[in-house]
């Protein structure tokens, strides 16, 4: 293994929903003061409702820096975290998720929605293309994805992903454990802007 990747800003993927279990909210708000408190910038989608505007919020209580990206016809709907240490509005959604993967040196994928697994597939696509060796990181809170963990290993049985893929990504089951998987992860050479295809 060569050494660690310096990991100095984390897209979360997340829910915008406030329906979902209290535990993963509690989550949100952990994983708001660790990254605050190791000095880790949040890249995340912009909102200020659900579990994307509680991390948000729980970095910036704490002192942490966040740049939220969102796309026009969202902050029209005004959804946008105007209290956010940076906003920045695209044209349209792939625009918002090509610069949050510039803008990301590793990705933590949270409880979401179908948009979360939207980000989730498209940065590990993204991975097994080449396209970025940064680390992505899966918090199976309370067992949330393990289905699709589950899904990823049947494609891997049916032939229709490779074996290896298993390694695009690794999994931890409580925010306590991130900044230890962090650590041990290697360091990373591609980013997404300059391997853009």
């Not at 897209?11 to 952990?30: E, I, K």
């Not at 803008?103 to 939207?118: E, K, Q």
């Not at 290993?153 to 089951?173: T, W």
Request: with cysteine; glycine share 12%.
């Amino acid at each position: 293994m060569t050494s660690m990747a310096k990991i100095k800003s984390l897209c979360v993927y997340c829910g915008s929903s406030d329906r979902g279990r209290q535990a993963h909210h509690d989550a949100a708000l952990r994983l708001g003061g660790i990254m605050a408190k190791a000095g880790i910038q949040l890249v995340y989608g912009g909102g200020r409702i659900g579990m994307m505007g509680r991390i948000a919020d729980a970095v910036m209580e704490n002192g942490g820096e966040v740049v939220g990206i969102i796309p026009q016809f969202l902050e029209q709907v005004e959804v946008g975290h105007s209290g956010v240490t940076q906003l920045i509005v695209t044209d349209n959604m792939h625009d918002r998720k090509q610069k949050m993967a510039e803008l990301s040196d590793a990705f933590l994928i949270m409880p979401g929605g179908l948009g979360t697994l939207d980000e989730t597939f498209e940065i590990l696509t993204w991975k097994q293309l080449g396209l970025h060796e940064k680390p992505v990181i899966i918090a199976d809170i309370g067992g949330y994805w393990h289905h699709l963990t589950e899904l990823i290993d049947h494609m891997i049985g049916e032939s229709y992903a490779k074996p290896e893929n298993r390694a695009l990504f690794q999994v931890i089951d409580g925010i306590d454990e991130l900044l230890p998987a962090l650590e041990a992860m290697p360091a990373f050479e591609h980013d997404v802007e300059a391997k853009w295809l």
